[in-house]
């Protein structure tokens, strides 16, 4: 299809392209800026989940320090027990063993200064 010679406003293949070129350029702008504003939001939200995990997983660090606190003490509470224990029957086993040096009546007796 031809073009009426009297019709002289028709755009150059050079004007053409130029206007092409700007427009794919506007396009991919706003296709970045799209893009980056996507990304902040999503790096919002990933930086507030990771918060609420970081409390989380703070309060659970905190939970089992105070529960391997409390193992620990109460281990250390059933050795002193045990110790106690064990003294004790070492004790009871001397004095079975030893009468005369702990009977009270030779103990009043030493200390008054009588000889046995």
């Known amino acids: 299809m031809n073009l009426p010679a009297k019709q002289k406003h028709f755009l150059t293949f050079?004007?053409?392209?130029?206007?092409?070129v700007i427009a794919l350029f506007l396009v991919s702008a706003v296709c970045f800026i799209a893009l980056t504003a996507?990304?902040?939001n999503l790096n919002v939200k990933t930086h507030g989940d990771l918060a609420g995990l970081r409390a989380?997983?703070?309060?659970?660090?905190?939970?089992?320090?105070?529960?391997e606190e409390e193992r620990s003490l109460a281990a250390a509470v059933a050795a002193a027990?045990?110790?106690?224990s064990a003294m004790s029957q070492a004790l009871?086993?001397?004095?079975?063993?030893?009468?005369?040096?702990?009977?009270?009546?030779?103990f009043q007796?030493?200390?008054?200064?009588?000889?046995?």
Request: proline share 4%; charged share 30%; aromatic share 6%.
């Open 14 to 20: 050079s004007r053409k392209l130029f206007l092409s």
């Open 38 to 40: 996507s990304l902040m």
């Open 56 to 67: 989380i997983l703070s309060s659970e660090i905190a939970e089992r320090k105070k529960a």
């Open 81 to 84: 027990r045990l110790a106690n």
């Open 92 to 106: 009871k086993f001397y004095r079975l063993e030893n009468p005369v040096e702990h009977d009270p009546e030779n």
């Open 109 to 116: 007796s030493l200390s008054a200064g009588e000889i046995l």
